[in-house]
């Protein structure tokens, strides 16, 4: 049984580009969270996506943006960056809501 | 609205003996709360779960005491080994009606062999 899986790995952007992460929920998960962890910080709640909606979001500007596919699967896009987006970008899936299972990450930094 | 806080300052102990983190949190009543591990540069691993009911709760080396009255919950390793060296983190679930959930900027523990 596969855990959530999370792409790329790494990822080195210029500020003002996109990004795109990727995230493959646990089999049998149907509800996806994103998360912005900087360095020495909890991760961070950036919104949640259940039945291809935005459920919840957190407190992260409209750069900040998202999708979830029919097989459960969500992306995570990133527009105009800024060097302070440079953080570990965490995806977590989850059913029933109680326990979430994250990725490895995605490490993003802005030059 | 809600807080939670975790003691930021790295926790060094001796291999065998027992660590004890804390996690602390305000304006909420959590019917549960979480405790992960992360090592660096990885995703969180969930570890325990305790509700608001369960003083206690044990897996292998680890307990977690929650203590509804002081709004704290306990996370022990006893017999701690090298290998347990991570950073830990409590994490409250969402409010009622809402998904997010808040998590604390985690502990890390150095066990020294």
């Known amino acids: 049984d596969a855990g959530v899986t999370q792409s790329p790995t790494h990822l080195i952007k210029t500020r003002g580009q996109q990004v795109t992460l990727r995230c493959s929920p646990k089999?049998?998960?149907?509800?996806v969270s994103w998360y912005q962890q900087a360095l020495g910080q909890g991760p961070q709640f950036i919104f949640q996506y259940y039945e291809e909606e935005e459920r919840q979001r957190g407190n992260f500007p409209d750069r900040f943006s998202g999708h979830q596919f029919p097989n459960y699967s969500s992306e995570l896009n990133v527009n105009a960056l800024l060097l302070g987006d440079s953080a570990l970008y965490l995806c977590?899936?989850?059913?029933?809501?109680?326990?979430?299972?994250f990725g490895p990450g995605t490490r993003l930094l802005v030059l | 609205s809600q807080k939670i806080e975790q003691n930021s300052e790295a926790l060094n102990i001796q291999e065998g003996k027992t660590a004890t983190l804390t996690c602390n949190y305000t304006n909420y009543s959590p019917a549960y709360l979480q405790w992960y591990r992360q090592d660096p540069g990885r995703g969180p691993v969930f570890l325990l779960l305790?509700?608001?009911?369960?003083k206690e709760k044990r897996k292998e080396r680890l307990k977690v005491t929650f203590d509804t009255t002081l709004k704290q919950s306990l996370f022990h390793i006893t017999a701690s080994q090298p290998a347990d060296s991570a950073t830990y983190l409590c994490?409250?679930?969402?409010?009622?009606?809402?998904?997010?959930?808040?998590f604390g900027t985690g502990t890390r523990l150095k066990v020294l062999a």
């Open positions: 089999s049998g998960h149907d509800t």
């Open positions: 977590a899936s989850s059913m029933y809501q109680e326990t979430q299972y």
């Open positions: 305790i509700r608001e009911n369960e």
């Open positions: 994490a409250l679930p969402p409010t009622s009606g809402t998904y997010k959930y808040i």
